[in-house]
């Protein structure tokens, strides 16, 4: 409870110590980016902590903290000058209605996801290890780049400034790093929330700067209730998976055969894993399955198939997944940054008019945003953005997203880029010049966000190696439907309601040509590359001619075999049935076709908005629509391509884009929702309630069947947020020795190598002491590839089993190992001789099934050998 209320505490300051700026550069929203303040406070204390760290100006303590600390209150205190602190007090004044509200917003949420971590807290599982041994790492760095926890000698090859912040707050609350895992994961869902609850309200809220009547305030209290949708959309509204497995554990649509089995064309035509096979007996309408966990599902709907017909898995997390999983993934982390991405877009967005008027220099244009005003576009080039704040501001905000998910990156780059020509289009009208601004936009954001984190990127590596036709891999519309019918029912519902107001022939012609140029020529190019890549081999194989050794050509064959295997192609012909598969299965592009003209459509035909507040608020929707053109992007493009991994097929780019989808779209649909029952009349009304609410009830569904499962049963005593209890429990040893480790002197630790997903580098996890090797199969996935772990995995056995010390003494050097752990693990997976150990070094530490081993500097000063750097 203490932590709780001290985590509380700092973030609760850190949001009022940041508003100041929120409410200068969040100018245009209608809560003034007061629901964001606490997102952009840690962003930006955390960028120059980090940043001073890197840069030798200060160092990982706590002094550190406040030294970074006092550069936000500096940038606060800054945003105050020339009346803006009287401004500031008066809109507090006013507007106490929506502080306390947001304040609650949050607050509720916090403690929500507090109390169900504490359901649950064990970090163990899935990916929960890996993160906390870069939280742990970067809590023991003096300075940065913090070492990597299981690759020792080596800095984190990975986006890790979420975890930056995550020990920042654990640092300065003094809390534990397994307790502070687990109010991180609680925070961000917090964090998240919030966000997402101030920009639906700004969305569906009059920009309005006069004086509100009774009536208005009335409004804007309903307003803040509706906002609600944004939180609920985002954090809890699931895909349909759950209310499948509903109907599944019932039973139902499931028939007898002769034979007595139970067969389903209906499953099988969903064919959705696990589902597919038949339930048993007795049928209950609570999902549960004997074998396996029936929450996992919901994040393997789709399936790829290759043109053999074998099966491969797909990643499709979403938000309440993700929590509910509880990982601290990347994806989780840069959630709230990715809404303040977005809402700072927004603000954007809003910032600009499209009336036509005499030019302006630049800096006068700089200076009008920064006082509110509305910004003349007309005469503005490029270039001189540099000069702008809110350009910096842009790219601090984008950039960060490189540094703790770089799948964001571009993507928000781009949203940027799209709202900056959006407006040059309002004010100028289309040409291909409009091409070229934003391809320039987002060139010139993309390299001062690299630029913003240089430090972080120069010592990155990654396992994305260019793009792969995804020729036999594509989304069946079924599974698509699945996905994201929360979002797509009250999206479509808008988009043909708002078509319905304008110019039809003019929006279907626009669109329609749009989205078959960037359908068919998506498809050509594939296909194009698909066709390129079935004929390596025998361009390869006519390269070699004579037989002459020719590595061109064998590098061609290669590439060219690995296309075949990876698609599972035998000839050239299959990629005519994965044309016709396609053809015959329209369901996913043919939905975000008639989405992409729809929305196009409703694009093109904006008009110049006026000023007047309905027609304001109404403008709102171009930016809705820029909102649900982003998300069809990404679900679009890995119908053709997909990012090439280790995997070898879509399995992260579908994560990684749909999860962004999710992100946009449930904004998107929150704001429609309320714009729908607002303007909707008679019994257009009562049928889009009607089917809205159903559909809400089948897509929470799953959380609802989740979180009892959680809660079932639970004994409040036994409520915790240690994520170490399950060590505790079933190896105090080892907790014991843990404890020790982390009071002691910092070094690299020896202890068993083991497969990823286990219970290996526990020591290095939780005690934040770098191992020489920790899970391999994740280090390779970091740095793309394994040549910096070499032959680390037999050198470390050798260690552990060598009877010739002179032999493990150098390897020992070779790592500059420090203290050796010998414990089950070790003793499980080695023959472990533990004699050499104990002639030749002394006991550290020992109780009842651990001992550890230290090895003094001393002891390799005559030795000669290869050395880490």
Known sequence: MIDFLLWYLVIFCLGWLTFPITFCVFSRLKDRGFGLSKVLGLLVWGYFFWLMNMLGLSQNTPGGLLLAGAVLVIISAICLRKGRWQELRDWIKDHRRVILFTELV???????????????????????????????????ADSFPPQDPWLSGYAIS??????????????????????GFNLASALWFAL??????SLVYSLISGLGRSRETANEQDGKSTNLVWSLLGPLYVLIVSNMEGFLEMLHSRGLFWQTTAEGTLQSRFWSWLDIQEIVQAPTSPYSWIPERPAGIWWWRASRVLQDYTASGQSREIIDEFPFFSYYLADLHPHVLSMPFVILAISFAFNFFLTFRSENQPGISVFEW?????????????????????????????????????????????IYVGLFGAVYVYQRYQALGWGWQRLLEFLTFCILMGIVGVLLFLPFYVGFSSQAGGLLPSLFFFTRGIHFWVMFLPLLFPLCWWLFSQVNKGNIKFIFRRGIKFAALVLVGLGLLSYLLGWL?????????????D?????????????????????????????????????????TWLTAGIMVVLVWGLLSARKKPSQSDQEHVAGNNAFILLLILLGLGLVIFPEFFYLRDQFGWRINTIFKFYFQTWILWSIAAAAVSVLLWKSLTSWKKSLFGVLWSVVLLMCLAYPWFGLSMKVKGIDLQSLSLNGAQHIEQYSPDDMKAIEWLVEADDGVILEAVGGSYSGYARISTFSGLSTVLGWPGHESQWRGGYDEMGSRKEDIKQIYQSNNWDETLALLQKYSVNYIY?????NNTYHVNEEKFIRNLGIVYENDTVRIFEVPESIYQNIEGETLP
Do not use: C
């Open 158 to 179: 990975y986006y890790y400034f979420g975890y930056v912040m995550a020990a920042m707050l654990i640092k300065i609350t003094g809390t534990t790093a397994w307790v």
């Open 547 to 587: 037989g002459a050794a020719n590595p061109l050509a064998e590098k061609l064959i290669q590439w060219g075999n690995l296309f075949y295997s990876v698609q599972g192609i035998t000839s050239p012909a299959d990629i005519w049935t994965s044309v016709k598969l396609r053809v015959t299965q329209p369901g």
């Open 822 to 826: 010998i414990g089950s693990y070790e």
């Open 533 to 545: 890549g079935v004929l390596l081999p025998v361009i390869g194989n006519s390269m070699l001619g």
């Open 106 to 140: 949050f607050l509720v949420l916090f403690s929500l996801w507090t109390f169900i971590r504490a359901t649950a807290p064990e970090v163990s599982g899935t990916e929960k290890p890996m993160e906390l041994a870069f939280i742990t790492s970067i809590l023991r």
């Open 366 to 410: 700089a200076g009008e945003w920064f006082h509110g005003k509305t910004i003349p576009l007309q005469n503005l080039t490029i270039f001189p953005l540099l000069s702008n704040g809110s350009f910096w501001i842009a790219a601090l905000i984008t950039g960060s997203l490189g540094f703790l998910n770089t799948w964001d990156f571009p």
């Open 192 to 197: 998240t929330g919030v966000a997402a609850f």
